[in-house]
């Protein structure tokens, strides 16, 4: 009989998002292990065209408020959201699991979580992948439930998933006895080996050009990208593929809508997005120089390496701890539009070392970032909680 892992804390799947990714790329991970995996939502936070329950890629997922999507309704959707959640709670208490990993920053849903888990003995194991108390301006409440998170959270449950050789130091001094596995972005390399497309937009796409991809929340970084590439003076074009709130993004396309040569995408497919890092020049990915940056781990390092193209980004965070400049990527020593001018205008006049870096940033990533990788971490891990 197959063991049964279930996934809760995190709304969305399996609407795109590097969250979503990540929960379907580790319980890809789980399959290889011989679970079957079940994603529950509590939440109907989007609108699209999903069920409210299904299969995709052998994961099942489960909407507990019956519905995948908001209504117009405010009221409503807050009145299912609160019957989504006592749903979700007498599902988990009838439900066989033998593992389950909880996706959270709320210290009390982590609580009720655990306490479920540990009536049933459920090995529980709780992400982390960035520092809460790290991201802006918070209320009293919020401040609070931080603090709780990061003192208490981990000693809730039997272990741990960081993202991050930062985070996993934080918990460890916060939870010293619960066990930890440093999980950080994770690629399944099997999905850019697409066949080449060739439709209306890639047919559109003969020109050089850099790429950046990421959210429109981050409007500090996007630009200081855009100030780095303006620099460069060249004939090269900058792609960027935005997400995010399409208020923000409606903003951004006014304020660049001038500059012919940067070239902005949002909601395309994956086999769109695939193409367009596989065909990139140069891939940019700079990291502040912030706490909150030093904790996380941006999951489009991930995607960026195993296009085998050369990615630029600076010496902050975990990629101090994989990358080496101009051996398996471009590493600027400080996060400075122009030394990331300077390795475009690298990549442009050194087409062939480019290249040749990038593809020793793909080597290495198939070593760390590869899903499949993580079978034998993930399985001794599960086997040491007693």
């Given at each position: 009989m197959a063991k049964r892992l279930i996934y809760v804390g995190f709304n969305g799947f399996p609407r795109a998002s590097a969250e979503v990714v990540k929960q379907k790329l580790i319980c890809k991970t789980f399959q290889l292990m011989g679970f079957e995996c079940t994603i529950i939502c509590n939440k109907n936070y989007f609108f699209g065209n999903y069920r409210y329950r299904g299969t995709i890629e052998?994961?099942?997922?489960?909407?507990?408020?019956?519905?995948?999507?908001?209504?117009?309704?405010?009221?409503?959707?807050?009145?299912?959201?609160?019957?989504?959640?006592?749903?979700?709670?007498?599902?988990?208490?009838?439900?066989?699991?033998?593992v389950a990993i909880i996706s959270s920053r709320n210290f009390w849903a982590i609580s009720i979580y655990a306490l479920i888990f540990k009536i049933k003995r459920t090995k529980t194991l709780l992400t982390h992948v960035e520092d809460v108390s790290s991201v802006g301006k918070k209320s009293v409440g919020k401040k609070w439930n931080d603090y709780l998170f990061n003192h208490y959270a981990f000693r809730l449950v039997d272990g741990a998933l960081p993202i991050s050789e930062y985070l996993k130091n934080k918990i460890s001094n916060f939870a010293p006895e619960t066990l930890q596995?440093?999980?950080?972005?994770?690629?399944?390399?099997?999905?850019?080996?697409?066949?080449?497309?060739?439709?209306?937009?890639?047919?559109?796409?003969?020109?050089?050009?850099?790429?950046?991809?990421?959210s429109v929340s981050y409007k500090e970084v996007l630009n200081f990208i855009v100030d780095s590439f303006k620099a460069v003076g060249s004939s090269y074009k900058l792609v960027l593929i935005l997400n995010g709130q399409p208020e923000k993004l409606k903003i951004i396309r006014n304020e660049l809508k001038e500059y012919k040569n940067i070239i902005i995408y949002s909601e395309i497919s994956f086999q769109h997005l695939?193409?367009?890092?596989?065909?990139?020049?140069?891939?940019?990915?700079?990291?502040?120089?912030?706490?909150?940056?030093?904790?996380?781990?941006?999951?489009?390092?991930?995607?960026?390496?195993?296009?085998?193209?050369?990615?630029?980004?600076?010496?902050?965070?975990?990629?101090?701890?994989?990358?080496?400049?101009?051996?398996?990527?471009?590493?600027?020593?400080?996060?400075?539009?122009?030394?990331?001018?300077?390795?475009?205008?690298?990549?442009?006049?050194?087409?062939?070392?480019?290249?040749?870096?990038?593809l020793n940033g793909e080597k290495m990533a198939k070593d760390v970032f590869n899903y499949p990788n993580y079978v034998e971490p993930l399985s001794n891990l599960i086997k040491s909680i007693t």
């Open positions: 052998g994961i099942s997922y489960f909407y507990s408020t019956f519905l995948y999507s908001k209504t117009k309704s405010k009221i409503f959707n807050k009145l299912i959201q609160i019957f989504g959640v006592c749903v979700e709670k007498l599902y988990l208490i009838y439900k066989p699991t033998d596995l440093k999980l950080p972005v994770m690629v399944d390399y099997n999905s850019f080996k697409l066949k080449e497309i060739r439709d209306e937009f890639t047919v559109g796409i003969s020109f050089n050009y850099f790429l950046y991809c990421g695939i193409y367009l890092y596989n065909n990139a020049k140069g891939l940019l990915i700079p990291l502040r120089e912030t706490v909150q940056d030093k904790a996380r781990f941006p999951h489009k390092i991930g995607e960026y390496t195993a296009s085998g193209n050369p990615i630029i980004t600076n010496n902050w965070g975990e990629v101090k701890n994989l990358f080496t400049n101009k051996v398996n990527a471009f590493v600027c020593e400080r996060y400075d539009v122009e030394l990331f001018t300077a390795a475009m205008r690298f990549i442009i006049d050194n087409p062939k070392e480019s290249k040749s870096i990038g």
